[in-house]
């Protein structure tokens, strides 16, 4: 082959990782084991850790059946991967996969139990509104997947509701600290729901922990999108002790606006503070915080959880539910 010849099949693509592009040139006999080498070199992310997000259809016939190791040898030739391609590169270095994560990174906490939900009409307020609508003009909504028609939204928390964090200092891995059930609750859930994550925690925190629970090539489910905490915005809600307190919430509207298949009727947000979904109590279900995660292995609130949303998820209007007693519909408790 001449080197003209050779220059023509030469291929660049470009990933997108923390905030900047990254250029990797390829030869059509390399690999995506060349790809994830040639980008740990750039990013410090070791290949193991690295999922590449939109460089290659996940249907095509030349991947579909075969394992990570075996996708990482084909050659990039048989992949149909288009000149100047651009993906994403998801994963986190080494070094910072287990660091604490920061102090002004900590969600301010209150006593959840000390909500109250009689002061919903006071979360909307003029000023809460507001910020609303301010926080609507900045925030992006960068999709992983594509909707699907038909389909319920589920909005999942994680700290403390999929994940203790706590227990971060003792894990060896980070399934260590995932709730029991927790793959079988999200390839569950898909069925009948889109799924997306909100974390009150900054963008690459969520990024580690969705990698490092392997969201991203389950190919079972995906993932529809991620939030992170510059989407929310403070407001001061009233607690029963009389006191007002101000916490950052997670109000639905910004996710409905720009995605308007999305609403209250088909809308359900799971976390375990009540807090959070003080804009949209309606719908908002309360799990308990997940804690002890090495020792608290028999937790089944994953389990019932996935029996409440398959019962609910043929509903039409999840405005008519009330899904505070969540454990009543499904049994699990008998009404007083």
Same mark, same amino acid.
Request: glycine residues 4%.
């Given at each position: 082959?001449?080197?003209?010849?050779?220059?023509?099949?030469?291929? *660049?693509?470009?990933? #997108?990782? =923390?905030?900047?592009?990254?250029?990797?040139?390829?030869?059509? *006999?390399?690999?995506?084991?060349?790809?994830?080498?040639?980008?740990?070199?750039?990013?410090?992310?070791?290949?193991?850790?690295?999922?590449?997000?939109?460089?290659?259809?996940?249907?095509?016939?030349?991947?579909?059946?075969?394992?990570?190791?075996?996708?990482?040898?084909?050659?990039?030739?048989?992949?149909?991967?288009? =000149?100047?391609?651009?993906?994403?590169?998801?994963?986190?270095?080494?070094?910072?996969?287990?660091?604490?994560? @920061?102090?002004?990174?900590? /969600?301010?906490?209150?006593?959840?139990?000390?909500?109250?939900?009689?002061?919903?009409?006071?979360?909307?307020?003029?000023?809460?509104?507001?910020?609303?609508?301010?926080?609507? #003009?900045?925030?992006?909504?960068?999709?992983?997947?594509?909707?699907?028609?038909?389909? @319920?939204?589920?909005?999942?928390?994680?700290?403390?509701?999929?994940?203790?964090? #706590?227990? $971060?200092?003792?894990?060896?891995?980070?399934?260590?600290?995932?709730? /029991?059930?927790?793959? *079988?609750?999200?390839?569950?859930?898909?069925?009948?729901?889109?799924?997306?994550?909100?974390?009150?925690?900054?963008? #690459?925190?969520?990024?580690?922990?969705?990698?490092?629970?392997?969201?991203? =090539?389950?190919?079972?489910?995906?993932? $529809?999108?991620?939030?992170?905490?510059?989407?929310?915005?403070?407001?001061?809600?009233?607690?029963?002790?009389?006191?007002?307190?101000?916490?950052?919430?997670?109000?639905?509207?910004?996710?409905? =606006?720009? $995605?308007?298949?999305?609403?209250?009727?088909?809308?359900?947000?799971?976390?375990?503070?009540?807090?959070?979904?003080?804009?949209?109590?309606?719908?908002?279900?309360?799990?308990?915080?997940?804690?002890?995660?090495?020792?608290?292995?028999?937790?089944?609130?994953?389990?019932? $959880?996935?029996?409440?949303?398959?019962?609910?998820?043929?509903?039409?209007?999840?405005?008519?539910?009330?899904?505070?007693?969540?454990?009543?519909?499904?049994?699990?408790?008998?009404?007083?």
């Amino acid at each position: 082959m001449s080197k003209e010849e050779e220059t023509k099949e030469s291929l *660049e693509i470009f990933a #997108k990782w =923390n905030g900047k592009e990254y250029k990797v040139c390829l030869k059509p *006999e390399q690999t995506i084991c060349d790809v994830k080498e040639s980008l740990f070199h750039a990013t410090q992310v070791l290949p193991k850790r690295q999922k590449l997000i939109g460089l290659f259809n996940a249907g095509h016939e030349e991947v579909k059946g075969r394992s990570q190791a075996e996708v990482d040898m084909i050659p990039i030739s048989r992949l149909s991967i288009p =000149n100047k391609k651009k993906f994403m590169l998801v994963g986190t270095p080494e070094e910072s996969i287990f660091q604490e994560l @920061k102090p002004e990174e900590m /969600p301010d906490v209150f006593n959840d139990f000390d909500y109250d939900p009689r002061a919903v009409g006071y979360t909307r307020t003029e000023e809460n509104m507001s910020k609303l609508h301010n926080r609507l #003009k900045t925030t992006e909504i960068h999709l992983i997947n594509e909707p699907r028609p038909d389909k @319920k939204l589920l909005v999942l928390d994680l700290d403390y509701t999929l994940l203790d964090m #706590k227990a $971060l200092d003792k894990a060896t891995s980070t399934r260590d600290i995932m709730r /029991p059930h927790l793959e *079988e609750f999200l390839i569950a859930a898909f069925k009948k729901y889109d799924i997306a994550f909100w974390s009150q925690t900054h963008w #690459k925190w969520i990024e580690m922990k969705l990698s490092e629970m392997g969201c991203f =090539n389950n190919p079972h489910y995906h993932v $529809l999108f991620a939030l992170d905490r510059k989407s929310m915005f403070p407001i001061t809600t009233h607690a029963k002790e009389g006191k007002d307190h101000t916490h950052e919430v997670k109000a639905l509207e910004i996710i409905w =606006n720009k $995605l308007p298949q999305y609403s209250a009727k088909n809308t359900i947000h799971v976390d375990d503070l009540r807090r959070n979904f003080a804009m949209n109590p309606q719908s908002g279900l309360k799990v308990h915080a997940f804690k002890d995660a090495l020792q608290n292995r028999e937790d089944k609130e994953l389990f019932h $959880l996935s029996q409440y949303l398959d019962f609910i998820g043929d509903h039409e209007d999840f405005t008519t539910l009330d899904h505070s007693q969540w454990k009543y519909t499904i049994g699990l408790k008998k009404p007083k």
